[in-house]
């Protein structure tokens, strides 16, 4: 899991409603449409508020300044009311479930969990991130029925997006630097029914697709030349992986922040 820094996040909860606006002119849909689709929950029935509590955690690394609070401020733009626990670690579990919420969020340097603590369910950031900006790309190029797309990494975001996209009808094909674990993706996802393609050179299939998923950690993945007119990226990594020069040709088409889209579906999916 990629490990943010405070200012990474230290904007997030101050300007959610830009954000939204923002998401709303790309994709045509609300942050919250998104995130609930994503995670197959219909708004169109009235929804449970439930407690939610964000854990502060210290282990690994340490606190991220402000991290606490941007979840909580996205939870709270998605119409929920969280709090921030005043103890950490164990004892700000323990305080969480004795003031009654339901679902908590906690992270530390392996993973960042969403649990609603009645029903048991779990969702891992890295999953909620893929399916929610598998979405996003969805919206945003009108219906992904037939269409190609490259997923650019095959850890847990790649692996949930390849999943999302392969489920709306995309034709999707993943590349890791690693060629293993595009193999072991790939082969997973075909187990279940799926047809995931394998990317051997990043280069050629840059030239070949023009819908883009980077999960990739890395920058200058996706260079100026590789953009095209009716290219799309959808892009959660951390740092982003199009090269600086092409920002200002890709910016209406490209869907890209450090931790919204992932909080918001995580925040569904465990309704």
């Given at each position: 899991?990629?490990?943010?820094?405070?200012?990474?996040?230290?904007?997030?909860?101050?300007?959610?409603s830009?954000?939204?606006?923002t998401?709303?002119?790309k994709?045509?849909?609300?942050?919250?449409?998104?995130?609930?689709w994503?995670?197959?929950?219909h708004?169109?029935?009235?929804?449970p508020?439930?407690?939610?509590?964000?854990?502060?955690?210290?282990?690994?690394?340490?606190?991220?300044?402000?991290f606490s609070?941007?979840?909580a401020?996205?939870?709270q733009?998605?119409?929920f009311s969280?709090v921030?626990?005043?103890?950490r670690?164990?004892g700000?579990?323990?305080?969480a479930?004795e003031?009654?919420?339901e679902i908590?969020?906690?992270?530390?340097?392996?993973?960042?969990?969403?649990?609603?603590?009645?029903?048991?369910?779990?969702?891992?950031?890295?999953?909620a991130?893929?399916?929610?900006?598998?979405?996003?790309?969805?919206?945003?190029?009108?219906g992904?029925?037939?269409?190609?797309?490259?997923v650019i990494?095959?850890?847990?975001?790649?692996?949930?997006?390849?999943?999302?996209?392969?489920r709306?009808?995309?034709?999707?094909?993943?590349?890791?630097?690693?060629?293993?674990?595009s193999?072991?993706?790939?082969?997973?996802?075909?187990?279940?029914?799926?047809?995931i393609?394998v990317?051997?050179?990043?280069?050629?299939?840059?030239?070949?697709?023009?819908?883009?998923?980077d999960?990739?950690?890395?920058e200058?993945?996706?260079?100026?030349?590789?953009?095209?007119?009716?290219?799309?990226?959808a892009?959660?990594?951390?740092?982003?992986g199009?090269?600086?020069?092409?920002?200002e040709?890709i910016?209406?088409?490209?869907?890209?922040?450090?931790?919204?889209?992932?909080?918001?579906?995580?925040?569904f999916?465990?309704?």
């Amino acid at each position: 899991m990629t490990r943010l820094k405070h200012e990474d996040v230290a904007e997030i909860s101050r300007q959610m409603s830009d954000y939204n606006s923002t998401l709303i002119q790309k994709t045509g849909c609300s942050l919250r449409e998104l995130a609930a689709w994503a995670a197959g929950v219909h708004l169109d029935r009235e929804l449970p508020q439930p407690k939610v509590a964000i854990i502060p955690m210290t282990c690994g690394q340490g606190i991220i300044e402000g991290f606490s609070q941007s979840v909580a401020g996205i939870v709270q733009f998605l119409g929920f009311s969280p709090v921030i626990t005043e103890s950490r670690d164990a004892g700000g579990v323990a305080e969480a479930i004795e003031g009654g919420a339901e679902i908590i969020f906690m992270a530390d340097d392996d993973r960042f969990v969403a649990v609603n603590v009645k029903s048991g369910k779990v969702s891992d950031n890295g999953e909620a991130t893929g399916k929610g900006y598998a979405m996003a790309l969805e919206q945003m190029c009108r219906g992904l029925e037939s269409k190609k797309a490259l997923v650019i990494g095959a850890g847990p975001v790649g692996t949930g997006a390849a999943k999302a996209l392969a489920r709306s009808g995309a034709a999707v094909a993943v590349y890791d630097i690693n060629p293993q674990m595009s193999k072991i993706l790939a082969d997973r996802l075909n187990k279940l029914g799926y047809n995931i393609m394998v990317e051997t050179s990043l280069t050629d299939a840059l030239n070949r697709y023009n819908l883009y998923f980077d999960a990739c950690p890395a920058e200058n993945v996706i260079l100026t030349e590789h953009l095209k007119d009716d290219t799309m990226i959808a892009a959660p990594g951390i740092p982003l992986g199009v090269e600086a020069a092409g920002l200002e040709l890709i910016a209406d088409r490209l869907i890209h922040d450090p931790l919204q889209i992932g909080v918001a579906t995580m925040m569904f999916d465990v309704l």
